[in-house]
Structure formats: C-alpha cells, structure tokens
Nanobody, 124 residues
Framework: QVQLVESGGGSVQAGGSLRLSCRGS????????MAWFRQAPGKDREFVAA?????????YADSVRGRFTISRDNNARGTIFLQMNSLRPEDTATYFC????????????????WGQGTQVTVSV
C-alpha cells in the first residue's frame, strides 16, 4: 500500500510564491516517478510537472514552465517538492501529488497512486 501526503498549500497574492511538499510512504512504495497535477473547480485535472525516480528527467506543462520547479529529496526519494513562483490567479486549484512506476506519463488516468490534495489560492 502506498500513501501520498501533500502539504504547503495556502493563499497568496498574485506574484507571490508557495512551496508544496509531497511525502510518499508505505511498504510497497518503490522507485516511482512522481508528479503534480491540479484541478480547478469545474475543470478537468491537469498535468503540472513530473520527475523521475533519480531526478534526472523532469517535464513541465507549458503553463508553468519557467515559474514552477519540481525537485526530489535526494536523501528521501519518496519526497518531492513544487516551488511555485510568480503565481497567477489562474494557478488557483487543488494540487495533487501522484506516483507511478513509469516516467513519461502526463495523463491523470495513467497514475496509480494519489494524495488527497492541497488547496492553492492566488488572489489579484
């Protein structure tokens, strides 16, 4: 069984920054690729960023590239971060952490494990 727990969400004004964390654990947690997705009210869940197990491969959605940075704790590879800078009102959403055995997947249907989500609200 795999557990993913996100933290670090909150409210911030446009142009501000937030840092999200996701800790993966469980007896069956393996060398998984991990990713961030987000879902705004009334919209589909969308890909934000993904990172491979060793952190050597990273991919971003066009909407966040250059503003968001995904990283992995080298001492605890089950933990990933999402540094979000220059936040915009359109970044407002619930952010979810996901994990899967394979890298290179950008669709939420392709991910096996999910966290409960953390809310990010960006005001003008």
């Amino acid at each position: 069984q795999v557990q993913l727990v996100e933290s670090g969400g909150g409210s911030v004004q446009a142009g501000g920054s937030l840092r999200l964390s996701c800790r993966g654990s469980g007896p069956t947690f393996g060398s998984y690729a991990m990713a961030w997705f987000r879902q705004a009210p009334g919209k589909d869940r969308e890909f934000v960023a993904a990172i491979s197990w060793k952190g050597s491969f990273i991919h971003y959605a066009d909407s966040v590239r250059g503003r968001f940075t995904i990283s992995r704790d080298n001492n605890a590879r089950g933990t990933i971060f999402l540094q979000m800078n220059s936040l915009r009102p359109e970044d407002t959403a619930t952010y979810f952490c996901a994990a899967d055995e394979q890298m290179g997947r950008w669709s939420p249907e392709e991910y096996l494990y999910w966290g409960q989500g953390t809310q990010v609200t960006v005001s003008v």
